[in-house]
């Protein structure tokens, strides 16, 4: 019932063949590898006039245009570094890949980490960031914010679970529908101005006192979360149909120049229109303008704004679990990481991501300016890291015009270095400092599992030399079989059956609490008339696994040393699911200490109870 | 290291035999099995002003001194019945014992049910109202309410891990001071009204609008949780020393009369100050008008109640362990609740309702007034099942003066059942509704245990000629050997030498991905030389289980019926416990799937690693 459950939920298991149809074109690749970056329009700028207008009212309007043609400058750099990156890297050169190979791989696994981080950021941000778009438009849904968080998580997270294809599909109109929504509002919004249009203007309550050049900068790295989600597409390379880099470059070039209009023409659309942020969204702000607050593009605006944030944190999907596979097959992360899942997506990481996603909504209560300060550190960090392997890398193989692809990476790596020291100190203590300190202390773990991963291959691995040497009817050790029994009944006369055919050296052994029970058994297994020793021994702290273990090394068991021990356990298979809450108690917990020993072995045998 | 934690928090491991001085004498036993009843003086009464105060004013103070009358009739009833019951079950006469003995088993089980859901009342009731007081007397407190009923419902926990004796002493003393308190308080509050002092008259505001007759059945109802907790001392008679019944009925004696003069003296006080409790605890409130709001009296008073109160949950953690562990060993609840921890206390059943009273004080919030809906039908329901139990016993067994004690139980029997009916109907839509509900439902779960254990043992017995008849050396079966392995390396090598000393028919076996892996070990496993022969299965859908079934089941295997299969499994033991997360992520899963089949059986070799 449970696996057709499953399957009702994730879909029929996909097979490796299946692989091949499940990767992107141009068409359907857009939509799902740019959702994060082009959704970020509908909080970036919000979040530079939540900082700005409270210190400086009126003013920050035209502060805004002047930083957000600074982001959209740094945003030229990285799609121009990142279509060369493509290039190097056709089968995904994530930062994590591009460091490890031409920097160092803490480097390599710096940028990991940090990527790791803001993909499971990105998925809170969006979601609260679109469920607050919703709530600006429908007052009275906002007690529930947090709840409507956690369920469209949960509801993404199935989505992904079902597999790539069917994500693209889902995930790919609303994305169309979201750039032609705030386009035509652009454009409306020009005519309507142009027309003479002027909405009337606000008051403003100044209260904040701050130096300018820190509050730019504060306000500069709230705006920098628009070019989140950039690096998609490189990391996704393998992902598009053939050919995979001419498909993935022309995605980023239009990606970029999406971003450029959307988040340029609100940006300028704002200073227009002087609405100012807060309670509600900026976007949903800008369309009340536009359009009046009962028309039907108002409402269109609300509903693909909510839709691609959403959706954003779909990207993370598609990234976060690649990611983590790619680590996890070099040893950088726990294997299961590595293995995909029914639908041929990884399913340990699409549950690893929505965990902590949800933790984080749930702590910060789904409210997006306290989310955006741990945000954009770990992907500036990690477009750094990509950037300056990258420069290392055309040092290192030269080729044509080796030069200037140097000095494109090199300066990228400069200027997305200056962005991530602004946003650590500029947004410090708004929770960069989590970052800034959780950085480290996941290097430090994902080294020393790789140290870990490594010392076991060593361990387990034999030479060529040492294949051939073995030969299995050499020296064989005895196996001794120790069958433990509560009471005689078909259990244990099951178990010492089976005991005798792999062994001739069979021990019943038995634990009881006083002497009267033990007797009782003695008496009825005597009944047997088996020549199988029967071992009863008295435990007054009610302990199982320490007498036997105890009776093993003493002198009444002669134990020969090199010898094998194979423990039988019973285990009760029941039908109904919830009978096995009744049975096995101490099953798991035995096996669990007696496997601490080298010697034993623990068989662990089936009894089907029929009711 | 987990040991040593444990072993800190726990205590040392007790023996069997240091059971004996574990029991309680006279003064030691009071306060552990009465504080529950003593401090529901603590809230019965304020619980009766909140219901009458608001309807009717300041003619409640009267109407609840005539309520009070009402209920300590009620309560010499039940001492004599109880005292009845402790001569006749001197090995602890719970509810569940009698009833089950004197009715039906489904009556007895119904006792338990009762019994157990309102043990977790209590603690919930005690702690949540004991955190009351507190922040009644320190109004900065309020807010982490929930919080600090959470640590404490924790701590007290861990103190009954360390077992019984060590409660005792730790809930003994603030017993004791408790009762001072309030006798001080009662003595002190007489002499100054006697001495003309009157406090201000509080204005009234009444604003709902009630039916007398159901107005004081309800406060009537919230009363009658002055009476929870009576029954304790008839439960726990085998926890006395010898002689265990005289002592237990002392006891009980004395349990009585301190809740007859605390109640009594309290209600009579609350009266006489006409004192509105509310927002503050009603005892607080007195002690205030009595001592003043600065006096030591005063805060004494808060602290010993605060901490009768905490210790009022004690009772049921003497109490409901004691209870499950009777009806697991006879198969009416899961065996786990029947075994004694390391410190000889019922650590399963000291969990199952740590837990339980956690999520119930987090759901309604640590509120008093909202969690006493729920409270005292339970225990009157087990009072009048265990009265109509003795009422039939007595009709029964006969014996000197029976007609005179079968009319005392019966007379107990019919007025606790009207006040069950009493409860019910009044609290119905505050709560009681839930429990009404949860009990049938709870008699219906443990009756199916029942059916199941009884089922499984009829499977398992043997018969004297069944054993007889066994002959292990008659028509043995062939026990074959499947070792699946990943690689050829150390783990499959020792688990194939292990495999060729329990079985003569052996088969390594390996699910590949592809056929090149495949290729692969294939080509590793030919340079051990060995006739044991390797499978090598392509898995399209990445599953290891299905192929190993399918196999088994294919001509290939020539499986004869009746054989058993023995699989290998490897498993990991790691010294460092997080290195357990890298590793065996899919063992556990294999097992459980493999067990389902009857003819195998898994064996799960350890592979001890070094880092």
């Not at 590595?338 to 996603?357: E, H, Q, T, W």
């Not at 008496?523 to 105890?550: C, G, H, Q």
């Not at 040393?561 to 099953?587: C, E, Y």
């Amino acid at each position: 019932m449970l696996q057709r459950f499953k399957s009702f939920l994730i879909g029929k298991p996909l097979s490796n063949e299946a692989m091949e149809h499940e990767r992107y074109s141009v068409l359907w690749g857009l939509p799902i590898l740019s959702s994060d970056a082009i959704s970020s329009v509908a909080y970036a700028g919000q979040e530079m006039l939540i900082v700005l207008i409270p210190a400086i009212g009126i003013l920050a309007f035209g502060k805004m245009a002047f930083l957000s043609g600074a982001i959209v400058a740094l945003l030229v750099i990285l799609t121009i570094s990142y279509r060369q990156t493509i290039d190097s890297y056709p089968n995904g050169g994530g930062a994590y890949i591009v460091a490890k190979d031409n920097i160092s791989v803490p480097a390599g696994v710096t940028a990991g980490a940090a990527l790791a981080l803001d993909y499971i950021l990105t998925v809170a941000v969006s979601v609260s960031s679109g469920v607050e778009q919703i709530t600006s438009a429908i007052s009275v849904l906002k007690p529930y914010s947090v709840i409507i968080c956690v369920t469209l998580v949960l509801l993404i997270m199935i989505g992904n679970l079902r597999g790539l294809r069917e994500s693209s599909r889902m995930f790919g109109l609303p994305a169309y529908a979201f750039i032609f929504a705030l386009l035509s509002m652009i454009v409306w919004g020009f005519i309507r101005y142009s027309t003479g249009f002027r909405a009337p203007e606000p008051t403003y309550q100044i209260t904040m006192n701050m130096l300018m050049p820190l509050l730019l900068l504060k306000a500069f790295s709230s705006g920098c979360t628009a070019l989140t989600g950039v690096e998609a597409v490189s990391n996704g390379v393998p992902n598009f149909k053939a050919p995979a880099v001419k498909h993935a470059k022309t995605v980023l070039l239009l990606l970029s120049l999406i971003i450029l209009f959307l988040f340029g023409g609100t940006s300028i659309l704002a200073n227009l229109y002087h609405v100012i942020p807060g309670d509600r969204a900026l976007l949903i702000l800008i369309a009340e303008q536009v359009f009046g607050n009962s028309s039907f593009m108002y409402y269109f605006v609300t509903a693909t704004t909510f839709i691609i944030l959403i959706m954003a944190a779909n990207t993370s999907y598609s990234d976060f679990p690649l990611l983590l596979s790619v680590m996890a097959k070099e040893g950088y992360a726990p294997r299961q990481l590595s293995m995909r899942g029914d639908r041929l997506s990884f399913s340990n990481g699409i549950l690893l991501l929505s965990g902590v996603a949800i933790i984080l909504i749930i702590i910060f209560q789904a409210k997006v300016t306290a989310l955006i300060g741990l945000y954009a550190v770990g992907v500036f960090l990690s477009f750094t890291l990509s950037q300056f392997g990258m420069f290392k890398r055309w040092r290192r193989v030269k080729g044509k015009h080796w030069h200037y692809k140097a000095s494109v990476n090199g300066f990228g790596a400069l200027v997305t270095c200056i962005v991530v020291i602004i946003i650590s100190i500029s947004k410090f203590s708004e929770g960069a400092w989590i970052v800034v300190l959780l950085i480290p202390i996941l290097v430090f773990l994902i080294l020393k599992v790789k140290k870990h991963y490594t010392s076991v291959s060593i361990q387990l691995s034999m030479t060529k030399d040492e294949l051939n040497e073995i030969d299995f009817d050499r020296d064989v050790y005895i196996n001794r079989v120790i069958v433990p029994i509560e009471s005689v009944n078909k259990t244990s006369v099951r178990a010492i059956r089976y005991a005798k055919t792999i062994s001739d050296n069979v021990t019943a052994f038995n634990v009881s609490i006083d002497e009267e029970s033990g007797n009782k058994i003695r008496e009825k297994y005597d009944m047997l008339d088996t020549d199988i020793p029967l071992i009863v021994k008295y435990s007054p702290f009610r302990k199982i696994v320490e007498p036997l273990l105890e009776f093993i090394e003493s002198a009444e068991y002669e134990y020969r040393k090199g010898d094998m021990i194979t423990v039988m356990l019973p285990q009760f298979a029941t039908k109904k699911l919830w009978h096995r809450l009744l049975h096995n108690g101490s099953r798991a917990y035995i096996e669990r200490q007696l496997l601490k020993h080298k010697h034993i072995v623990v068989s662990v045998m089936p009894l089907h109870l029929k009711d």
